[in-house]
């Protein structure tokens, strides 16, 4: 199967992706793009060009929140966590993206 860039995502995709990646735990900007890789089985890829922009407007949102920690490696990183507008945000977007998929699927099954 072929291997999407990020700029190949529908618009909006890319928040509603790191919302549902960080919704059962904080994660690091590589951990969030390689956790999206890896759930889509490397369908999917987050470049730092797109991903570091999303997190930055996402935090002023106010949807997600970051501090700096170690990781297992030992090396300083910056995790980000959902906020209570950031579950909102996920379960609006969720939706959203449901009655897209769903639109999409009816407009392929008649043509």
């Known amino acids: 199967m072929g291997r999407a860039q990020s700029g190949e995502l529908l618009q909006g995709t890319l928040p509603l992706l790191i ?13 969030i793009a390689r956790r999206i890789e890896q759930i889509s089985k490397d369908v ?11 997190l ?3 935090e002023l949102e106010g949807w997600i929140e970051s501090e700096w920690r170690l990781t297992e490696n030992n090396r300083k990183a ?3 966590k959902l906020t209570r507008a950031g579950r909102k ?3 609006h977007e969720t939706g959203r993206w449901d ?3 769903a639109a999409i699927a009816a407009i392929l099954q008649e043509a």
């Open 19 to 31: 919302l549902r990646v960080l919704a059962p735990t904080s994660n690091h900007g590589f951990g």
């Open 44 to 54: 999917l890829r987050v470049e730092e060009g797109s991903l570091y922009p999303a």
């Open 56 to 58: 930055h407007k996402m």
């Open 78 to 80: 910056k995790y980000y």
């Open 89 to 91: 945000q996920l379960r």
């Open 99 to 101: 009655a897209i998929a």
